[in-house]
Nanobody, 115 residues
Framework: QVQLVESGGGLVQPGGSLRLSCAAS????????MGWYRQVPGKQRELVAT???????NYGDSVKGRFAISRDNAKNTVYLQMNSLKPEDTAVYSC?????????WGQGIQVTVSS
């Protein structure tokens, strides 16, 4: 059974930091393109960051320079380090894994940036 399980979300003040984790099981993780996406109610899902099996990264324009995606293949885990958080970063963040025709999503985790 394939599972992607996010953790590390919560409430943080503007300017603060959080690190999200996504632990994968049931897939050959090292072969997967992994990503983080976010969604606010009433809006389209937005790309946050992706990382390839060879550690090439890509970021959405709104998070460039503030967020960093990384992966640990030994732990089957992808991370999202979020710094200099802004209220507009508030959203449900979801982990995504893609390999050939297979696409899997985590259940999502809430991140709220507020004073």
């Amino acid at each position: 059974q394939v599972q992607l399980v996010e953790s590390g979300g919560g409430l943080v003040q503007p300017g603060g930091s959080l690190r999200l984790s996504c632990a994968a099981s049931g897939i050959p993780f090292s072969r997967y393109y992994m990503g983080w996406y976010r969604q606010v109610p009433g809006k389209q899902r937005e790309l946050v960051a992706t990382i390839t099996p060879s550690d090439n990264t890509n970021y959405g324009d709104s998070v460039k320079g503030r967020f960093a995606i990384s992966r640990d293949n030994a732990k089957n885990t992808v991370y999202l380090q979020m710094n200099s958080l802004k209220p507009e970063d508030t959203a449900v963040y979801s982990c995504n894994g893609v390999y050939t025709q297979n696409t899997y999503w985590g259940q999502g985790i809430q991140v709220t940036v507020s004073s």
